[in-house]
C-alpha cells in the first residue's frame, strides 16, 4: 500500500533552519509530481510547495518563496524540504503528499510538527 | 488571487441527515481542478471528490460532489457515525497554485 513518513520536524528559533524528509512506499515514485502542505489552525490547509517527477519543475508558494527549497532524491524515493529564515507563522503541522494528474493529493503523509519560537 | 469560501463555517446535523456543504470560488474556476477532503482529528486529509464529482477509491456512494462556474457543493446523502469531520475544498489555479478552502466542521447535534 501507499505510505509516506514524514520526519525531521522540531522545535526551532526564528531564523532558524529545519530539514524535512518524506519517505515513500508502494508505488513508483517517478511517476508522480509531489507537494508539502501545511496547515495551522487559524489558517486551515496551506499549499507550500510542488516538484515534478524528474525534479525540473519547481512551484512554491509567496509566503515561502526564497526560504524554502522543495528537492527529491528518486534512488531514494524520497522528498525534501529545506526550510531556512523560519518565521513565527511557519510554525504548523507539514504534509508530504503526493499529486495525482489532475491536480489533486491521492495520498498524504500523518504530518509533523514543526515549531518556531524562541 | 482566487479565495475559495466555505460555508457553513459549522454544521450540525444528526445521523441519518443530509448534509451539504458549499464551497465558493471568488472568480470562475474549472469543474476538473475541484477536490474535497475529510480530515479528522489527529488525522492527514483523506480525498474525497475530485474534478467536482468524481468519488476516489473506496469512498461510498453517499458522498457527492457538484457544481460549476464559483460554486461547487459536496452532499452526504445519509450521515453515518463516522462522517463527521471537517470538510475542505481544494482549487488548482491557472497561475500553477493550490488553495484550499477554511473547511467546514460537520458537528453532531
Known amino acids: 500500500q501507499v505510505q509516506l513518513v514524514e520526519s525531521g520536524g522540531g522545535l526551532v528559533k526564528p531564523g532558524g533552519s529545519l530539514r524535512l524528509s518524506c519517505t515513500t512506499s508502494?508505488?513508483?515514485?517517478?511517476?508522480?509530481?509531489m507537494s508539502w502542505i501545511r496547515q495551522t489552525p487559524g489558517k486551515g490547509l496551506e499549499w507550500v510547495s510542488s516538484?515534478?517527477?524528474?525534479?525540473?519543475?519547481?512551484y512554491y508558494a509567496d509566503s515561502v518563496k526564497g526560504r524554502f527549497t522543495i528537492s527529491r532524491d528518486n534512488a531514494k524515493n524520497s522528498l525534501y524540504v529545506q526550510m531556512n529564515s523560519l518565521r513565527a507563522d511557519d510554525t504548523a503541522i507539514y504534509y508530504c503528499?503526493?499529486?495525482?494528474?489532475?491536480?489533486?493529493?491521492?495520498?498524504w503523509g500523518q504530518g509533523i510538527l514543526v515549531t518556531v519560537s524562541s | 488571487e482566487i479565495v475559495l469560501t466555505q460555508s457553513p463555517g459549522t454544521l450540525s446535523l444528526s445521523p441519518g441527515d443530509r448534509a451539504t456543504l458549499s464551497c465558493r470560488a471568488s472568480?470562475?474556476?474549472?469543474?476538473?481542478?475541484l477536490a474535497w477532503y475529510q480530515q479528522k482529528p489527529g488525522q492527514a486529509p483523506r480525498l474525497l471528490i475530485y474534478?467536482?464529482?468524481s468519488r476516489a477509491t473506496d469512498i461510498p456512494d453517499r458522498f457527492s460532489g457538484s457544481g460549476s462556474g464559483t460554486d461547487f457543493t459536496l452532499t452526504i446523502s445519509r450521515l453515518e457515525p463516522e462522517d463527521f469531520a471537517v470538510y475542505s475544498c481544494?482549487?488548482?489555479?491557472?497561475?500553477?497554485?493550490?488553495?484550499f478552502g477554511r473547511g467546514t466542521k460537520l458537528e453532531i447535534k
Open positions: 481544494q482549487l488548482y489555479t491557472t497561475s500553477s497554485r493550490y488553495i
Open positions: 472568480q470562475s474556476v474549472s469543474n476538473n481542478y
Open positions: 503528499a503526493r499529486r495525482a494528474s489532475s491536480h489533486y493529493f491521492d495520498s
Open positions: 474534478a467536482t464529482s
Open positions: 508502494g508505488f513508483t515514485f517517478t511517476d508522480y509530481y
Open positions: 516538484i515534478s517527477s524528474g525534479g525540473s519543475t519547481i
